[in-house]
């Protein structure tokens, strides 16, 4: 089982660690970035672990830092980067709408503006991905990463009953409680690309790939995301 599973932030500190001993080398170079972005219950945590498993494969002959996933490990980067209290945690979700007592908080200068972390958190994944080595999951990465290279940006999809199926045995919800999330999520993820990016999160131009994880299994989903990450690195 990787770090990432049992410690997400063993993870994190592994592969700054490992980019700070890259950046003494004298001979640097580029290293690929992968961004999923996700339909809610399309496994793209999964699939990213996945990937990220067969690619550290590859480093023993590419070497270079681990590949790592950044889910929920970036909110917890994102606070370390900016020095937000632990608490703003709550405020960070991509699919989470603010509510009427956060956005009291805001005006009384209890926390920063929803447009002040969303920076923020931008800034973090630009950082990361300009690192890479770095599997980063939503809130816009493969946006904000459009100009970098090496990359591959994914879009998992699945259909809806599948994808509530799935979040109903993770997240332990009745059937109708597991439809309504999956709903609130979807909606909320292409509200915050819509409103800091302008643009439509399933639009299939802003992606390298669009997987179906209905018609592929999750193995077989992180084998070509593998390999477009090879071929990728290899035409730069």
Known sequence: MSAYLTDPLAGC?????????????????????????????AGAVTIGELTAQLLNGDRKESGGPPWTVFDKTLVTKVIEDHRFPDDLKRFLPE??????????EEILGLHPSAWTLAQHTTETILRLAHLGNAILVGRGSNLIAAKIKPAVHVRLVAPFEERVAHNAEFYHLTPAEAATFTKNADHG????????????????????????????????????????????????
Do not use: W
């Not at 390298?208 to 995301?225: E, K, P, Q, V």
């Open 13 to 41: 500190r592994a592969y700054l660690q490992a980019h700070r001993h890259h950046a003494a080398q004298e001979h640097k170079k580029a290293f690929p970035v992968v961004t999923l972005s996700r339909e809610a219950g």
């Open 95 to 104: 699919d989470v709408l603010p509510s009427v007592t956060s956005a009291v």
């Open 189 to 236: 993820r292409s509200r915050y690309v819509k409103r800091y990016f302008r643009v439509a999160i399933e639009n299939p131009l802003n992606y390298t790939l669009t997987i179906n994880t209905g018609r592929m299994s999750y193995h077989a989903a992180a084998h070509l995301i593998a390999e477009a990450v090879r071929q990728c690195a290899k035409a730069v």
